[in-house]
């Protein structure tokens, strides 16, 4: 058996193109109405509208933080020693807090940050909007695939119990074998019941999350892709090209601006103003200027730790995400080539169940066997192709599921869809 089974994974592979991906497949939605559900998912959404809102962000911080303050102010001022004893006296000043220019740059750098990671963070939106409809994709296909396998059995056992009750009638058969025939054809039926109602089930489920997926009228038969290439290359290209990675990446080069515009802090930033006032009903008018500079205390090397710490928190993360990935990635890759093999094995086992199935029962049709033999023999090859088929689609997710997060199935990359804005 081992043997077979890694001789016709050889064949297998030799007679798999190594041309590039093509557009579609015939066991995956169009790529229009991936596309589309993809877009118009909430999290996509959202993640368009953050993008806009860091971007928002850095023109503030690139304007600063700091505004215009206009004062006024009146008064009356009474002498007692003079002869107009009263007099009417206004001020006006303007004051601003400057920023220093290394802030000014910093500002600027945490703002490019901030967009760079939102777009990040839509690729991981999209990406994972993505994983969901593959899974639902596949599980509604599992369910319909079932249905199909039990819709069969039940027209064979419903073959059998009408040829069986001709034979009764006939006196050809015993009366126990009519009933025997008759209960495994009510199990049948029962089974293709809740196979129905799970592929209903799976089926609205996929309609409520992605809205634009059409189902198809039947499922494809198609047989798992080989997985081609080593190991090491497959983690490579998923490492490469993971979002939750790169919005780790991201987050962590913001923190160390964060950190390096927090220290800048420690030096504070001056206030300079104007101020014009006139004084005794204008006998005297004044022109002055003001500085104004806060004396850094503990509070800012606080603030200045604090960031610091949290830079190198976001670089530990990072290297958690990283290691966590590449565990994923090798996982996801191994069980893509164990699945392949996995279809392998059920299908040389369900063919010859099936062709054991058959034997028995034409045994039992010349009289030679018992029906009991024949229903056991039936329902061990049923068994066996509903195995079959579920190992044949687990393949198949595994090889696309391998495919999306190499981004050799969709284009998942934030820059390859209309919905962000560039600044």
């Known amino acids: 058996m081992n043997g077979l089974v890694v001789l016709s994974i050889a064949?297998?592979?030799?007679?798999?193109?190594?041309?590039?991906?093509?557009?579609?497949?015939?066991?995956?939605?169009?790529?229009?109405?991936?596309?589309a559900a993809l877009r118009s998912n909430p999290a996509v959404s959202a993640a368009d509208e953050h993008i806009e809102a860091q971007e928002a962000r850095a023109r503030?911080?690139?304007?600063?933080?700091?505004e215009w303050t206009l004062g006024?102010?009146?008064?009356?001022?009474?002498?007692?020693?003079?002869?107009?004893?009263?007099?009417?006296?206004?001020?006006?000043?303007?004051?601003?807090?400057?920023?220093?220019?290394?802030?000014?740059?910093?500002?600027?750098?945490?703002?490019?940050?901030?967009?760079?990671?939102?777009?990040?963070?839509?690729?991981?939106?999209?990406?994972?909007?993505?994983?969901?409809?593959l899974a639902m994709w596949f599980d509604w296909l599992r369910e319909e695939s079932a249905v199909v396998q039990w819709r069969h059995q039940r027209d064979n056992l419903m073959q059998q119990a009408r040829v069986l009750g001709r034979r009764v009638e006939l006196g050809d058969a015993p009366r126990l074998e009519r009933l025997?025939?008759?209960?495994?054809?009510?199990?049948?039926?029962?089974?293709?019941?809740?196979?129905?109602?799970?592929?209903?089930?799976?089926?609205?489920r996929l309609r409520r999350h992605h809205p634009l997926i059409a189902l198809p009228v039947a499922v494809p038969e198609m047989p798992p892709d080989a997985v081609e290439g080593r190991a090491d290359e497959w983690i490579e290209t998923i490492v490469q090209h993971n979002h939750e990675l790169g919005v780790a990446r991201a987050e962590s080069a913001r923190a160390r601006i964060i950190a390096s515009r927090s220290d800048a802090e420690r030096l504070p930033d001056p206030s300079f103003g104007i101020r014009l006032s006139r004084e005794r009903s204008g006998e005297e008018r004044l022109l002055g200027i003001s500085l104004s500079v806060p004396l850094p205390g503990e509070g800012r090397r606080a603030d200045s730790d604090a960031a610091l710490a949290e830079a190198r928190a976001s670089t530990h993360r990072e290297a958690g995400v990283q290691r966590r990935v590449e565990a994923e990635a090798a996982a996801?890759?191994?069980?893509?080539?164990?699945?392949?093999?996995?279809?392998?094995?059920?299908?040389?086992?369900?063919?010859?169940?099936?062709?054991s199935a058959d034997l028995t029962e034409r045994a039992w049709q010349l009289g030679e066997g018992r029906l009991a033999e024949t229903l056991a023999a039936r329902r061990?090859?049923?068994?066996?192709?509903?195995?079959?088929?579920?190992?044949?689609l687990d393949a198949r997710e595994a090889y696309w599921r391998l495919m999306l997060d190499a981004h050799r199935l969709w284009a998942l990359d934030e820059d390859a869809h209309p919905g962000h804005h560039p600044p």
């Open 11 to 35: 064949l297998l592979s030799a007679l798999m193109p190594t041309s590039a991906l093509p557009a579609t497949a015939p066991d995956l939605p169009p790529e229009v109405q991936v596309f």
């Open 60 to 66: 503030r911080l690139g304007a600063g933080p700091y």
């Open 72 to 133: 006024l102010g009146e008064q009356n001022r009474r002498v007692r020693s003079t002869a107009e004893g009263r007099y009417t006296e206004w001020d006006v000043g303007l004051e601003r807090t400057v920023r220093l220019p290394g802030k000014r740059d910093l500002d600027q750098q945490l703002g490019a940050a901030g967009i760079a990671t939102a777009r990040v963070g839509r690729g991981e939106a999209l990406h994972e909007a993505g994983r969901s409809l």
């Open 180 to 204: 025997q025939a008759d209960a495994a054809l009510a199990q049948a039926a029962a089974q293709l019941s809740q196979a129905e109602g799970r592929a209903r089930v799976a089926a609205e």
């Open 332 to 355: 996801l890759f191994r069980h893509a080539v164990a699945a392949q093999s996995t279809w392998l094995g059920q299908r040389i086992a369900a063919e010859a169940l099936a062709r």
């Open 380 to 392: 061990l090859a049923h068994e066996a192709q509903l195995a079959a088929q579920s190992a044949r």
